[in-house]
């Protein structure tokens, strides 16, 4: 069974940093899997949006025009974790932050019960 768990958020000032980390199983979490690799948030009253992800072909990671030069997207084979780096946060980037995996074979969504992240001074 998939299950992915994000910890790390908090309540941070604007131009200060966290890092996210998702801890995923019951999937083989390696690069060149059926598996792409998300984070999303969802800003409050608003809805869920793409933040970076990792194709299950292990190409180059993309990252929303938003977070581009601020947020690093990484993972830990070895430790089935992936990560987010974010940097120099704004009020903007307030939300809850989702970790997914979707299986592109089953065409499947997976997703953790999210993490709030609050930028606020």
């Known amino acids: 069974q998939v299950q992915l768990v994000e910890s790390g958020g908090g309540l941070v000032t604007p131009g200060g940093s966290l890092r996210l980390s998702c801890s995923a199983s019951g999937f083989r979490f390696s690069s060149n899997t059926d598996y792409s690799m998300f984070w999303y948030r969802q800003p409050p009253g608003k809805g869920r949006e793409w933040v970076a992800f990792?194709?299950?072909?292990?190409?180059?990671?993309e990252y929303a025009d938003s977070v581009k030069g601020r947020f690093t997207m990484s993972r830990d084979n070895a430790k089935a974790t992936m990560y987010l780096q974010m940097d120099n946060l704004k009020p903007d980037d307030t939300a809850v932050y989702y970790c997914?995996?979707?299986?592109?074979?089953?065409?499947?969504?997976?997703w953790g019960p999210g993490t709030q992240v609050t930028v606020s001074s």
């Open positions: 990792i194709s299950a072909d292990g190409g180059p990671i």
């Open positions: 997914n995996a979707f299986n592109r074979r089953e065409a499947v969504d997976y």
